[in-house]
């Protein structure tokens, strides 16, 4: 008994340590497009927080399927995609609303105006990460839920 609740706590802190894996490689996108996005096309925050975060759900539902959560993969990949999309849906909403009420604030605090969105983004990453990993490990990716062994 006591080998198995050793097992199963190795299995999900190697599936975390994989998950922050994934969510560094999305969040490097992410913040990349971000910045391409402002910078370059000089895009209002919003539209391009919106692109810049899609694209990292994109890659993160992709390596999480195939690798952090490979056990889950008997589950109609169109379906988990939905779940793994609603999840990132309410991850978004919550990223934008920290972004935009945090960019002023710290634009304002670092005395560099058109940057606060930065340091917002550090912020709501870190926010948005603790909801992404706990809701796609009980909904999205819990094997339980989709016929197969944990």
């Known amino acids: 008994m006591a080998d198995t609740v050793f097992a199963t706590k190795q299995l999900e802190i ?3 340590l994989r998950f922050m894996t994934v ?3 999305g969040t490097l996108l992410d913040f990349t497009v971000l910045m391409s996005l402002k910078e370059l096309l000089l895009m209002p925050t919003l539209l391009a927080n919106t692109l810049s975060f899609s694209a990292g759900v994109v890659n993160n539902f992709t390596w999480n ?10 589950a109609n990949v169109f379906k988990q995609f ?12 919550l990223n934008n609303l920290i972004v935009i009420a945090l960019e002023t604030p710290f634009a304002v605090l670092l005395g560099a105006e058109g940057y606060g ?3 917002a983004k550090v912020v709501a990453t870190g926010i948005v990460f603790m909801w992404n990993f ?11 839920l989709h016929g197969s062994a944990a």
């Not at 939905?82 to 909403?93: D, N, P, Y």
Request: no cysteine; charged share 15%.
């Open 14 to 16: 190697t599936r975390l």
């Open 82 to 93: 939905m779940q793994f999309t609603a999840v990132s849906i309410i991850g978004l909403l």
């Open 117 to 119: 969105y930065l340091p």
């Open 23 to 25: 969510g560094l490689v």
């Open 134 to 144: 706990t809701a796609n490990r009980r909904l999205t990716f819990n094997p339980s």
């Open 65 to 74: 399927r195939l690798w952090t959560f490979a056990d889950a993969r008997s």
